[in-house]
T-cell receptor, first 111, second 114 residues
Framework: AQSVTQLDSHVSVSEGTPVLLRCNYS??????LFWYVQHPNKGLQLLLK??????LVKGINGFEAEFKKSETSFHLTKPSAHMSDAAEYFC?????????FGTGTRLKVLA | DTAVSQTPKYLVTQMGNDKSIKCEQN?????MYWYKQDSKKFLKIMFS???????INETVPNRFSPKSPDKAHLNLHINSLELGDSAVYFC?????????????FGPGTRLLVL
């Protein structure tokens, strides 16, 4: 069965420093993988997605993620954190007619 | 010009009541979904519809009854509300149901059962 595991429930970074949010996946075939962001009391916004094209995926707001089959990972990165990046981030894989969510990583950005 | 909209945004009600949440998408998508986000932020699929037909019912109690009157609408009716139903309910839609399809989410309906 497909699944994703987000390795950190909370991550704190200082403004201007790099962000790394870790996600490992489990799938018996080439997966589709997504990162979504949820700001407090808001809906879910797509940051980026991987669907077996380029392994380095660029998303919105300066985020990117790299698909590494050998490590079964799809970590989300950003070179320089901004205060507005503080939010909950979800790594997602998909089956037919459904998304399978990770447990989320809360990103805190310190001034 | 909201892509996926939900009403109401907030819903506070008493245990035992019946309530409905409405969802509409103007993206021309064929597939719509309901997800539940619990108090720990965990999101799980409840139902999937394709062309108004139920495709997935993920072991949801039968107090929850989705209805899709047309491809642009997917409503969720909940009977005999329980405390454990308190959650945020998200509607989503996609072009089709394949694994590569991006799902677009509504703003959520925050349900509190007292």
């Amino acid at each position: 069965a497909q699944s994703v595991t987000q390795l950190d429930s909370h991550v704190s970074v200082s403004e201007g420093t790099p962000v790394l949010l870790r996600c490992n996946y489990s799938s018996s075939y080439s997966p589709s993988l997504f990162w979504y962001v949820q700001h407090p009391n808001k809906g879910l916004q797509l940051l980026l997605k991987y669907t077996s094209a380029a392994t380095l995926v660029k998303g919105i707001n300066g985020f990117e993620a790299e698909f590494k089959k050998s490590e079964t990972s799809f970590h989300l990165t950003k070179p320089s954190a901004h205060m507005s990046d503080a939010a909950e981030y979800f790594c997602v894989t998909s089956g037919t007619y459904k998304y399978i969510f990770g447990t989320g990583t809360r990103l805190k950005v310190l001034a | 010009d909201t892509a996926v909209s939900q009403t109401p945004k907030y819903l506070v009600t008493q245990m035992g009541n019946d309530k409905s949440i409405k969802c509409e998408q103007n993206l021309g998508h064929d597939t719509m979904y309901w997800y539940k986000q619990d108090s720990k932020k965990f999101l799980k699929i409840m139902f999937s519809y394709n062309n108004k037909e139920l495709i997935i019912n993920e072991t949801v109690p039968n107090r929850f009854s989705p209805k899709s009157p047309d491809k642009a609408h997917l409503n969720l009716h909940i009977n005999s509300l329980e405390l454990g139903d308190s959650a945020v309910y998200f509607c989503a839609s996609s072009i089709a149901g394949g694994p590569q399809e991006t799902q677009y989410f509504g703003p959520g309906t925050r349900l509190l059962v007292l």
